[in-house]
């Protein structure tokens, strides 16, 4: 699929219509959100017949893009059962088979290898101090091979050194530095639209000897 038709698709998508301020729910636009898996899969190979979860999918859009991509089986978690209705609906109309699960994703058990890849725009930490590096700690923990994830660009030497220190990530890249528009969502936004810059990550997982990722501090 062509990138312009990948962000037309994006486009149609239904978003959060009553967003919750206390979650962060903003959605990635269909600019960014296309670039992203874009070049996830047209750089790196990360997206097609891959298992990809899309961590605090919200309305749904990075995983209807993976999937659109040709993701093997694209799995969208999130807290709030609202989205996951509105993103479960916007897989429907594309016809998309995809599976929603209603979780906090700090609490998320899996390890191994069941997903490759994490595709995720997490709540930048604003309302929630440390949410970004909840959401990063565990998507190093569950993807076998990588994670594209969006953070602050004021955040970017915190980030890496997370990374690559606490969270064992074997690589720690900023893909590009890009303006994200949120619309005016909420009233204390005072201007019409709010530019922040934020980076798109590429993280790789370390691997162990015998090829699985290290998942546990303990077995380390
Ligand atoms: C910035 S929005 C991104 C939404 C969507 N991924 C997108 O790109 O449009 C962050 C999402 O994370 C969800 N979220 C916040 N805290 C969460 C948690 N602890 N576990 C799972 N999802 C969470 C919110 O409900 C919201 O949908």
């Excluded at 990360?46 to 990809?52: L, P, T, Y």
């Excluded at 569950?142 to 064992?168: C, E, G, I, M």
């Amino acid at each position: 699929m062509k990138l312009k038709q990948l962000e037309s698709f994006l486009g149609d998508l239904q978003q959060f219509s009553n967003p919750k301020v206390e979650l962060e729910q903003y959605p990635t636009g269909p600019h960014i959100a296309s670039r992203m898996l874009y070049t996830a899969e047209n750089s790196f190979g990360d997206v097609s017949n891959k298992v990809v979860a899309d961590f605090g999918c919200g309305c749904g859009t990075l995983g209807v893009a993976a999937a659109l991509l040709g993701a093997e089986h694209v799995i969208g978690l999130d807290i709030d059962p609202q989205s996951l209705e509105i993103a479960s609906l916007n897989a429907e109309d594309l016809e998309l088979d995809m599976n929603f699960v209603h979780c906090d994703v700090k609490n998320l058990g899996w390890r191994g290898q069941i997903v490759d890849t994490v595709v995720m725009n997490p709540p930048f930490g604003t309302r929630k101090k440390g949410a970004d590096m909840d959401f990063l700690a565990v998507a190093l923990k569950v993807a076998s091979q990588a994670v594209y994830s969006l953070h602050k660009s004021s955040t970017r030497d915190h980030v890496r050194k997370a990374a690559l220190r606490n969270f064992n990530a074997s690589s720690a890249e900023v893909l590009c530095e890009l303006r994200y528009d949120v619309q005016q969502l909420y009233k204390f936004h005072k201007k019409k639209e709010v530019d922040i810059a934020v980076d798109l990550w590429r993280f790789v997982p370390q691997k162990d000897k015998l090829g699985g990722i290290i998942a546990d501090e303990s077995l380390r």
